[in-house]
């Protein structure tokens, strides 16, 4: 099913798989997909989870955060704050973590991806976190 929308399924460290409605299931049937899950190898991981009740939804989500993470890079900038421009450009292509105004210019810590690194570090300077 996957394929036929375009998406690798042997890219598996971009996969996530997710069994919703976990509320709906038995208090038996539950603990055995509990151990099902459990007895996954780490690399690929089963979240059971209940968008109804939100069960699981924070372990899924901290699953998402580090997958985002890895694949990019954190660099703290100073920039003028004349330059609206820029700071505008960098909530479009970077993910600001971090802004503060100090004597008028803003620290920030923005992530990005791997492949616009260059292009942040090119037009604002910066420095790996």
């Known amino acids: 099913m996957l394929c036929k929308l375009g998406i690798d399924t042997n890219a598996s ?3 996530i798989e997710v069994w919703n409605k976990i509320d709906r299931i038995p208090q038996d049937e539950r603990e055995n997909l509990i151990n099902i899950s ?3 190898p ?3 991981p089963i979240f059971l989870v209940s968008a ?3 069960e699981g939804i924070d372990t ?3 699953a998402i955060e580090q997958r985002v993470a890895a694949t990019r890079i954190t660099l703290d900038l100073q920039i003028d704050a004349a330059d609206g421009a820029g ?5 479009r292509n970077a993910e600001v973590l971090a802004k503060e ?3 008028g210019h803003y620290d920030m810590v923005v992530r990005v991806d791997e ?7 090119r037009k604002f300077g910066g420095l790996e976190h």
């Open 52 to 54: 109804k009740t939100g």
């Open 101 to 103: 105004l100090h004597d």
């Open 115 to 121: 492949n616009k690194r260059n292009a942040v570090v």
């Open 38 to 40: 459990a007895g996954r």
């Open 60 to 62: 899924l989500l901290h």
């Open 87 to 91: 700071v505008s450009w960098l909530h």
């Open 42 to 44: 780490t690399e690929k």
């Open 13 to 15: 460290e971009r996969l």
